[in-house]
């Protein structure tokens, strides 16, 4: 089992930035991918974000490449979402997930463990 706990949402105006921070504690954090989804209002969940389990690969959707970044702190079990240039479109609620594999995933249904979300509000 693993559990995940998100932090650092918050209301932040177009153009600013903030870092999401994902805590895991269960099994050996270093053992599993690692991902970011969000969920903006009256939409279906969408990757983000999803990096492998030493940091050294990471993908992206097309709408945050440039924007933000993936990264992972393995002695602290931590997974980091830096957004930067944010948008209101980039206004959801944002989930960190565990892959159920070592090697990154784009697919919702690759992770089997989720955290409760964190809402990120842009304003224009």
């Known amino acids: 089992q693993v559990q995940l706990v998100e932090s650092g949402g918050g209301l932040v105006q177009a153009g600013g930035s903030l870092r999401l921070a994902c805590a895991a504690s269960?099994?050996?954090?270093?053992?599993?991918?690692m991902g970011w989804f969000r969920q903006a209002p009256g939409k279906e969940r969408s990757f983000v974000a999803t990096i492998n389990w030493g940091g050294s690969i990471t993908y992206y959707a097309d709408s945050v490449k440039g924007r933000f970044t993936i990264s992972r702190d393995n002695a602290k079990s931590t997974l980091y979402l830096q957004m930067r240039s944010l948008k209101p479109d980039d206004t959801a609620v944002y989930y960190c997930?565990?892959?159920?594999?070592?090697?990154?995933?784009?697919?919702?249904?690759?992770?089997?463990?989720w955290g409760q979300g964190t809402q990120v509000i842009v304003s224009s």
């Open positions: 997930a565990a892959a159920s594999s070592s090697r990154p995933k784009l697919a919702g249904a690759e992770y089997p463990y």
């Open positions: 269960g099994r050996a954090f270093s053992d599993y991918a």
